[in-house]
C-alpha cells in the first residue's frame, strides 16, 4: 500500500497470478468490459503471439470517498510461462492482496500446484509474509470438458483458508465475485494492520461500493436484450 497523507491518495496493487493459460488476461480484460468508463484508466496489455503475456498487464481503478481520499488500485497480471519467474517476482513486489487463477481443467492440477508455490517463494523473495497477505482462488475454464467438477473444487476449498471461485472469464461469469472476494479480504487486513475505517473516515460498504459502483453484481457480460 502506498499511502500519500499529503494527496490524499492510497495506492493498492492486486495481482493476478497463476499458470500460463489459466486466464488471468481474460479476467481482466473482462472487468474493464464490465466496468464504467468513469471508473476505470486504460486497461494496458502486452501480448506477444498465443495470447502470452510478456510482462504484465495493467487495469487501473480509482473512486473518491466521501471524506475525500482518493484511492487506486491497481491490478497487475504476470506472464505464466516458466522462463519468467524472475518477471513473476518483480510484478510480485508490493502487492497488496492476490487472486491466484487456477486452470480448472483437470489435467492442469500439477502446473496450478508449481505456480502456487512458485508464488509463495515469490512472496518470500519480496519479503511478503503469504499468511497475511490476503489470497483468493479461482478455478477457470470449469466451461471446458474435462474440468473439476463441482464437489472437487469444494473438497479443495475445504483443504486450505482461501475463498474459492468458480469462473468461465471467457464469458464473463465468475470475475466480478473472484475480485469482491479479494478485495473484502483485503479490506479487513488493511482495516486489521492500518486502522483504515477510522483513519480515512470510510466504512467498509464504502469501500466496496467505491470499486464496484460500476460493475453489476452476476459479471455476466450477455448483452441486454
Ligand atoms: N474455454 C475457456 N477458455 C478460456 C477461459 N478463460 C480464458 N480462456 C482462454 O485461454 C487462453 C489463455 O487465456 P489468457 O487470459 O491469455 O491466459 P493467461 O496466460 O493466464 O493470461 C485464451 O485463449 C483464452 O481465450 C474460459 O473461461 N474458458
Ligand atoms: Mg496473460
Given at each position: 500500500m502506498q499511502f500519500n497523507t499529503k494527496d490524499r491518495e492510497i495506492t493498492l496493487k492486486v495481482v493476478y497470478y497463476g499458470p500460463?493459460?489459466?486466464?488471468?488476461?481474460?479476467?481482466?480484460?473482462?472487468?474493464?468490459a464490465l466496468m464504467d468508463p468513469t471508473a476505470k484508466g486504460r486497461l494496458m496489455t502486452l501480448d506477444t503471439k498465443g495470447d502470452r503475456t510478456?510482462?504484465?498487464?495493467?487495469?487501473?481503478v480509482h473512486f473518491n470517498t466521501r471524506s475525500g481520499f482518493k484511492v487506486k488500485l491497481k491490478l497487475f497480471t504476470v506472464p505464466g510461462q516458466v522462463m519468467h519467474e524472475s518477471t513473476r517476482r518483480i510484478v510480485l513486489a508490493g502487492t497488496d492482496a492476490i487472486c491466484f487463477i487456477a486452470d480448472g481443467q483437470r489435467d492442469q492440477r500439477g502446473s496450478n500446484n508449481e505456480a502456487y508455490a512458485g508464488m509463495l517463494r515469490n512472496l518470500r523473495a519480496n519479503g511478503i509474509d503469504?499468511?497475511?497477505v490476503p489470497i483468493v482462488i479461482q478455478f477457470n475454464k470449469l466451461d471446458l470438458p474435462g474440468s473439476l467438477t463441482r464437489p472437487e473444487i469444494e473438497d479443495y476449498g475445504r483443504r486450505g483458508r482461501e475463498p474459492i471461485f468458480e469462473a468461465r472469464a471467457i464469458r464473463g461469469e465468475g470475475v466480478v465475485e473472484t475480485l469482491k472476494g479479494c478485495m473484502a479480504l483485503l479490506?479487513?487486513?488493511?482495516?486489521?494492520?492500518?486502522?483504515?475505517?477510522?483513519?480515512?473516515?470510510?466504512?467498509r460498504d464504502e469501500f466496496m461500493n467505491g470499486v464496484f459502483h460500476a460493475l453489476p453484481t452476476a459479471g455476466r457480460r450477455e448483452a441486454a436484450p
Open positions: 500460463a493459460l489459466s486466464g488471468k488476461t481474460t479476467n481482466i480484460q473482462a472487468l474493464h510478456l510482462f504484465f498487464d495493467l487495469l487501473p503469504a499468511d497475511r479490506w479487513d487486513a488493511l482495516n486489521a494492520e492500518h486502522d483504515f475505517e477510522r483513519k480515512l473516515g470510510i466504512t
